[in-house]
Structure formats: C-alpha cells, structure tokens
C-alpha cells in the first residue's frame, strides 16, 4: 500500500512538475537526444562493422579448421590417455 501511494504522489509531482517547468523539459529533452543518436548510432555502426568482419572471415575460410589438425590432435590425445590408464 506504501508503495502505491508513493507511486501515485511521484506521478502527480511528475505532472506537475512537467506542467510548470515544460519549457526547461523541452530543453533537456533537446539537449539529450542528439547524444543518444550519436550513441546508439557509433553503437550500431561498430556491431555492424564487427557482423561484416565475420562474414568475411567465413567466406575466407580463415575460422574453420583444417580437418588435418584435428585428426592429429584426436590421435596424439588419445595417445596421452592411453599413457595416463597404462601409469595407473
């Protein structure tokens, strides 16, 4: 009940508040949405740039790994366990 009251006060000062200083709102308002657009653009800029990079690198083939390597780490793995069930 406390916080319904609360909220409900905080709302009516809001309004108020809104309705005598509106000309200072709309003045931050207009102070603080060209640094968000700046944000959030830079933002999405360098998240697309980052999205770009990797489909490069797909198409390249630089991120998949030569099937080689793999066989070769499987196999000397392998080896490693057999000589750690041999010591026990």
Known sequence: MKTLIGGAIAVLLGVVGLAVWFSEF????????????????????????????????KEEGVDTPAPQDDKAKIEELEKKLDELKKEK
């Open 26 to 57: 709309l003045a931050l308002l207009a102070g603080c949405i060209p640094p968000v657009l700046l944000l959030g653009g830079g933002l999405a800029l360098y998240l697309g740039f980052d999205e770009l990079k990797d489909s490069w690198k």
